[in-house]
């Protein structure tokens, strides 16, 4: 087996792990795997180790790649999406992880409508409210929410958020419950076409205590490819 098939083969087994802990079934959890950067012989591989979420945090690549994958696989994108660059992935992308802001929303029903698509996205959050990070504070995301849903090409799937990077993942812990209490919050207030039906949270550092807090959609870059990538 190549190293990038182990790799997925050791990460399915701490992915069931984590989801038994949280009274879960493994196939409960989805792993999107990261390829900024990665060639396509490798993101193969991975496909062919049965990936079939591929995540991208460039608008560039991911329609590039798009472009060059033959198989049946979903694309997500998970970076900072630019404005005047949405057209792009517009009719590629079948999540986008990371709206932020009205502006971004109303670009983003607009270039739907124009293809004929209704747009799943999740809400970007920004729990620990780093400067560096994009995504909205906390406060924000409900009433960011009941606007959002009066743009009928768009349509919201859940939530996301970037942990803050620590050495012992025990540390962003409360990152991680905070993101899965406003998903709940969210759920039973049962607003129109609004579903959480994902929790886009956890990377290669801190998938397992994310997993252990309700996360399912995980996005793992490194753990698969290697850290030279
Ligand atoms: C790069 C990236 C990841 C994956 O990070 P790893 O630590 O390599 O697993 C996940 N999410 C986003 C938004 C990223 O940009």
Known sequence: MNSIALNIQEIRRKVAKAAG????????IDI??????????DI???????ICKIGENRVQELAKKHGKIN?????????????????????????????DRWSLALELNKRSALVGKIMPV??????????TKFGLYQKEVIPFIEEAIQLP???????MTMAPFVENPEEVRSVFKALFTLSKKIESMELKGVKMDYLSMGMTNDYEVA???GANLIRIGSGIFGKNN
């Not at 802990?21 to 409960?28: Q, V």
């Not at 999107?32 to 012989?41: F, G, H, L, N, S």
């Not at 998970?78 to 517009?90: D, F």
């Open 32 to 41: 999107v795997a990261v390829t900024k950067t990665i060639p396509i012989p």
């Open 153 to 159: 090409n768009i349509a919201i799937k859940g939530l």
């Open 211 to 213: 997993i252990e807090e």
């Open 44 to 50: 193969e591989k991975a496909i062919t180790a049965g």
């Open 71 to 99: 198989n049946q696989i979903e694309w997500h994108m998970i970076g900072h999406l630019q404005t005047n660059k949405t057209r792009q992935i517009i009719d590629k992308a079948d999540l986008i992880h990371s709206l």
């Open 21 to 28: 802990l949280s009274g879960r079934k493994p196939d409960a």
């Open 122 to 131: 999740l809400i970007q959050v920004n729990i620990a409210k780093e400067e």
